[in-house]
């Protein structure tokens, strides 16, 4: 396996955590905690620190995403193909087309008067 397609695996999968970790939370700041009852006094093993965990955790999940398509730039496979443009390059800026000869005024009457006789 290339290492580009080690970073596009790893892309895919802290994507897919990212849109898991941003859809258990509640846009009304309810979210996990409030499903156990952490609304109240009563607290179950910590959640009222549930906001907190998917808050850091999108937030380091958004960083590393960012990382890694950085850092798959990198390693994006160029290939033993030159990567200058044709355009640049002296030897092929033009392309082989035969001209075709533009008729002058004169050669145009020649050829009228060759036709008839």
Excluded: C, Y
Excluded at 29 to 38: A, E
Excluded at 68 to 86: M, Q, Y
């Amino acid at each position: 396996m290339s290492t580009f397609t080690i970073f596009l695996v790893l892309i895919v999968a802290v994507a897919f955590l990212l849109v898991v970790v941003i859809m258990v939370q509640n846009p009304k700041g309810g979210g996990l905690s409030s499903s156990f009852g952490g609304g109240g006094t009563q607290q179950l093993g910590g959640v009222k620190k549930t906001t907190d965990f998917l808050d850091k955790s999108t937030w380091t999940l958004a960083t590393l995403l960012l990382a890694l398509i950085l850092l798959s730039n990198v390693a994006i496979n160029r290939g033993s193909n030159n990567a200058d443009s044709k355009a640049l390059d002296a030897d092929e800026t033009t392309t082989s087309i035969p001209a075709v000869p533009a008729q002058t005024p004169t050669d145009a009457a020649t050829t009228t008067k060759d036709s008839v006789q």
